[in-house]
């Protein structure tokens, strides 16, 4: 009986991840070149002030069906689609006023759902499925990290982790530097900063050898080689990183 149960427990997460998602989009041209600025919500936001699901800038070149010259078409009938991985996005409608306008569908890939469970992530919901194909979260990559030995890695994290460019080439670099900082929310965290293998390099040509929260705080107060010469201009030598942070924090170099 349990047994039963089970099976038609993971039935229905399976079915709700490979639920299509529907409602409103819109595309327009991005903030930077080569960009396509994209924005979706599901049901009618007639009613309601805040409830835009997501935004986001992708390259042009992962949409089929749109170009940035038909936005200038006024009236234009469009059907744009994103496919990826984890499914396909699609929006659907009319250009007006230099955007499309129309009609958003999101429908999963049950294939990928099934080889994600494989690889330990049970946690596919429609709306993660979203962020992954908006990410292009791949099978490979997932494969990548895992064959380099991070650890602690989840359905959430793995967004995260996508978003800042954490691959396995960041991780085993880190380590032969010095760092096998493994942990999925650690290496985010590094990387989100701006911690990088040049960056261990060039702390350790001032003499310096930290550990991986003195890298991090390193990197967030910007304490770097022309940092530290202008101390040692005001007569500050050898300082240690953490009264090099307590400067920066205080403001002392101004």
């Not at 229905?12 to 041209?29: D, L, V």
């Not at 494989?118 to 993660?128: K, P």
């Amino acid at each position: 009986m349990r047994g039963a149960v089970l099976g038609l427990c993971l039935l229905a997460m399976t079915a709700a991840a490979s639920a299509e998602t529907s409602g409103k989009c819109s595309i327009t041209a991005g903030r930077w070149d080569g960009k396509i600025s994209f924005s979706w919500d599901r049901g009618d936001c007639a009613q309601q002030q805040h409830c835009r699901e997501g935004d986001s800038e992708m390259q042009w070149s992962r949409w089929t069906g749109i170009a940035p010259e038909d936005l200038q078409h006024e009236g234009a009938t469009l059907d744009a689609r994103m496919t990826a991985e984890a499914g396909e996005m699609r929006c659907a409608g009319k250009v007006h006023d230099g955007a499309l306008q129309g009609s958003y569908s999101f429908t999963p890939n049950p294939d990928f759902v099934k080889r994600m469970e494989a690889l330990g992530f049970n946690d596919q919901t429609s709306e993660r499925l979203q962020g992954y194909a908006m990410l292009d979260v791949t099978i490979a990559w997932v494969k990548d990290l895992k064959d380099a030995h991070v650890t602690d890695m989840t359905a959430e994290n793995l967004m995260g982790l996508r978003a800042l460019k954490v691959d396995a080439a960041y991780v085993r670099a880190m380590t032969v530097d010095g760092y096998p900082e493994l942990r999925a929310e650690k290496l985010t965290g590094m990387k989100a900063v701006g911690v990088t293998p040049e960056k261990v390099q060039a702390v350790r040509a001032m003499g310096y050898s930290p550990n991986e929260e003195e890298l991090i705080q390193m990197s967030v107060f910007k304490i770097d080689a022309p940092f530290v010469e202008r101390m040692k201009a005001r007569g500050f030598k050898n300082l240690t990183i953490a009264q090099l942070v307590q400067i920066k924090v205080f403001k002392l170099d101004e």
